[in-house]
Nanobody, 116 residues
Framework: QVQLVESGGGSVQAGGSLGLSCAAS????????MGWYRQTPGDQRELVAT????????NYGNSVKGRFTISRDNVKNTVYLQMNSLQPDDTAVYYC?????????WGQGTLVTVSS
């Protein structure tokens, strides 16, 4: 079983920056992919960014390319998301994800609010 604990959400004004982190614990296999998704009420969960365990493959959602940066520390089993130039449309609950052996684990979510 895998547990994911997110931290770093909060409120910021448009144009500001926030950083998120997510620490994984439990039974973790390699290779795996860790990442971030976000969701607003009434919408489907959408991809923000993912990164493979060797950091060789990184994917970003179109709406965050050039503004967000994902990274990971395999020793700490932690994934990070640096969010710059935040806009009100980035307001959402951000969920951490770990995918391994075709199984998904999710964090509890952290709220990011961007005011104009």
């Amino acid at each position: 079983q895998v547990q994911l604990v997110e931290s770093g959400g909060g409120s910021v004004q448009a144009g500001g920056s926030l950083g998120l982190s997510c620490a994984a614990s439990g039974t973790i296999f390699r290779p795996n992919t860790m990442g971030w998704y976000r969701q607003t009420p009434g919408d489907q969960r959408e991809l923000v960014a993912t990164i493979t365990s060797q950091s060789r493959i990184i994917n970003y959602g179109n709406s965050v390319k050039g503004r967000f940066t994902i990274s990971r520390d395999n020793v700490k089993n932690t994934v990070y998301l640096q969010m710059n130039s935040l806009q009100p449309d980035d307001t959402a609950v951000y969920y951490c994800n770990l995918n391994q052996r075709r199984q998904d684990a999710w964090g509890q979510g952290t709220l990011v609010t961007v005011s104009s």
